[in-house]
């Protein structure tokens, strides 16, 4: 069965200039380098890195919103077009995309509902109480009180406004949301209302979820593959179960072990990485992660380990994935 | 203003005291309470964390202590640092007391350097004020700061611009100027928010290991309950301007007590074991100026009863320096905690 959302290959370069003004030399940002993932109808891929690291670049080139420098997207085995053309509107429709910034996302000066409402208009689905009524359905779908209907986004609250921007991406019945970083800016208690609104959606609407976050506890709630990503490149791919009990790459080791848990138990071992992510315009030559790795070799310094797949499904790219899981 | 047991009486090894502390900010039209009187104490070298959700006031207690919130907040209350009162001495005299024997970061490091100083300029800035330290000395005194704080090659560094360094960088420059008075407690408010999961482990370890070496105390002000378990020695939880419970580390993440606690504990994802549906709080938090009479946390409240909604609850202990402010807290204690009885997805 072909996948839902294929992508294979993808890169994003940009021209920048390097400190020096006009007179800085030009340099490559390598925003995102090779990177292929898929996913499958009404599934959940997990996106996780640091800030910088390309995650939210990736999910817009995997949607067609930006150009890829190379490499393909396959929207249910079709190629997917960045040209803004009649076909590529009607593929808006299939792919919605969500955002931290809530009030950003949204009009201040139309009322919620219609701002619900308004890809239905758009793409011109339905009769106007068709739409009217669907627009109702899904509110309360989203766990919004059907009095909130007129009120505008800035009487809303964090939680209530997230709500109604998953109603407006989800009214059109697309096939596949991004979420980036959907949760991070909401409280605790909001977060689990939310994350347990994400996967009753998926249950009843059968939406698939390219899932971005910074926060690893979360996406493993939510997701049922996780891809990390470190300078452009996806460096582990795995089942969350796999990737969190026992990661293979260094970084996602350092990763899983920087979270804090709030449980009594003091006895985790934590793994502190030295110094900063480098810059994208100077990723390190070999593998990118090994100036900050504690089990670099000469190898790590000069060959870029292409991701590889191991036992199980699980793929990770590290020369020394297999070797150091047994020291781990 | 509720009057609060003293669980313990104050001793020489108190650092901070606060009590009864409330915070009016004057609106114009209205005058909200955000702060409903706060009782906390921190004892030298100690570490409480302030866990709450935005707009709780855990922030604005260490903003009123420090006289930091400006002509339309009215304190009220007692605050004392080493017995001295911290509240109404004047801005000369708090001033002496900002930055060197309190000292605070803040979530967003960047912001808070001065954009157009060199990094090490501004910390000299603070060896000056605190310590008088000038010149060649301040110099010197600076780069040793900043080699504390892990900035490699700190010579050159210190003829930087905040807006050359990371934001890690920036929070690290942040806690050398916080150490340049050589404070006696350090407020941490929220420091690693805004940081990278990597980069949030440097910092924290870097400030566990400072507090090792100077035995400084430290309030550590976040919303992340797991930041604050491995870091604090006792943690107070605050919801809607009050401090509902706390205990000593350990025992509140074991038993929590509140209702409120049990809930931000369940609404934590896990990081093993298999996945569940997780519990959330319903509703929202109230503002400030729309509380529910009663207990704040009422109308979320799955054990509610009629009387929680009439008066707010008092403060008890339920266990030695566990304190509780809930009128079922004796009843709830011995019930499955919430994390037990999830429901598997």
């Given amino acids: 069965m072909t996948p839902l959302l294929e992508v294979r290959g993808l890169a994003r370069h940009y021209r920048v200039r390097r400190p020096g003004g006009l007179w800085g030399r030009t340099a490559v940002l390598k925003a995102v380098d090779g990177v292929s993932f898929a996913i499958g109808r009404g599934r959940t891929l997990g996106l996780v890195g640091e800030s910088g690291c390309g995650k939210s670049t990736a999910a817009r080139l995997a949607l067609g919103l930006l150009p890829a420098t190379s490499g393909d997207v396959l929207f249910d085995g079709q190629p997917l077009s960045t040209r803004q053309d009649a076909a590529w509107r009607a593929s808006r429709r299939k792919l919605q995309l969500v955002f931290q910034d809530t009030l950003g996302a949204l009009d201040r000066r139309l009322p919620i509902g219609l701002q619900i409402m308004e890809p239905l208009d758009i793409h011109g689905i339905g009769t106007r109480a068709e739409r009217l009524e669907k627009t109702k359905d899904l509110f309360t779908a989203v766990g919004l009180l059907p009095h909130m209907f007129d009120r505008y986004p800035h009487e809303l609250s964090g939680g209530q406004r997230q709500r109604v921007v998953l109603a407006r991406a989800l009214v059109a019945q697309p096939a596949l949301i991004a979420c980036d970083e959907p949760i991070s800016a909401l409280d605790v208690s909001i977060q689990a209302q939310v994350i347990n609104l994400l996967h009753d959606l998926r249950e009843q609407f059968g939406v698939a979820y390219l899932f971005i976050s910074h926060d690893l506890r979360v996406v493993r709630q939510v997701s049922d593959e996780v891809a990390v990503m470190y300078l452009g490149r996806i460096v582990e791919q795995g089942t969350p179960d796999r990737l969190f009990r026992q990661p293979e790459h260094p970084y996602t080791r350092a990763l899983v072990s920087a979270i804090p848990v709030a449980t009594p138990n003091r006895a985790r071992q934590r793994i502190i990485l030295k110094g900063d992510p480098p810059s994208p315009v100077d990723v390190p030559a070999g593998c990118a992660f090994h100036p900050r790795c504690a089990l670099a070799g000469p190898r790590c310094r000069v060959e870029t380990p292409a991701l590889r797949s191991m036992p199980g499904g699980h793929r990770v790219a590290c020369h020394l994935a297999g070797e150091t899981a047994a020291a781990a | ?345």
């Fill in chain 2, 1 to 345: 203003m509720v009057a609060l047991p003293d669980v313990e009486p104050a001793t020489d090894r108190r650092l901070v005291d606060i009590r009864g502390l409330t915070v009016d900010f004057d609106m114009g039209a209205r005058v909200s309470r955000v702060l409903h009187g706060i009782d906390l104490s921190i004892d030298k070298g100690e570490v409480v964390g302030l866990v709450g959700e935005s707009g709780c006031g855990k922030s604005v207690t260490w903003l009123a202590v420090l006289g930091l919130l400006g002509p339309r907040a009215h304190v009220g209350g007692i605050a004392t640092l080493g017995g001295e009162p911290l509240l109404g001495i004047g801005d000369e005299r708090l001033s002496r007391v900002r930055g060197g024997r309190i000292a605070m970061i803040f979530q967003d490091p960047t912001a808070c350097l001065n954009p157009v100083k060199r990094i090490g300029a501004q910390v000299c800035e603070a060896l000056h004020l605190h310590r008088g330290i000038v010149g060649e000395r301040a110099r010197a005194e600076a780069r040793r700061l900043l080699d504390r704080v892990g900035i490699a090659a700190a010579a050159q560094r210190m003829n930087e611009y905040p807006h050359q360094m990371s934001g890690g960088m920036n929070q690290r420059v942040m806690i050398a100027t916080a150490l340049a008075g050589e404070p006696d407690l350090l407020v941490a408010d929220e420091p690693t928010t805004a940081l990278d999961a990597t980069i949030q482990a440097q910092i924290l370890d870097l400030l566990r290991e400072v507090r090792r070496d100077t035995g400084m105390a430290m309030v550590l002000i976040s919303h992340d309950l797991g930041v604050v378990a491995e870091n604090c020695d006792r943690v107070a939880v605050m919801y809607c301007g009050r401090v509902v419970e706390q205990a000593p580390a350990e025992r509140l993440f074991e038993k929590p007590s509140h209702p409120y606690t049990r809930g931000l504990l369940a609404a934590l994802p896990d990081l093993a074991g298999p996945t569940r549906r997780l519990e959330s709080i319903p509703g929202n938090v109230p503002e400030p100026w729309n509380l529910p009479t009663g207990c704040a946390f009422a109308p979320r409240c799955g054990a509610c009863r009629d009387f929680c909604t009439g008066t707010v609850p008092p403060y008890r202990a339920v266990a030695a320096g566990h304190l509780v402010a809930c009128a079922r807290a004796g009843f709830l204690h011995h019930a499955p905690s919430a994390q037990s009885s999830a429901v598997a997805r």
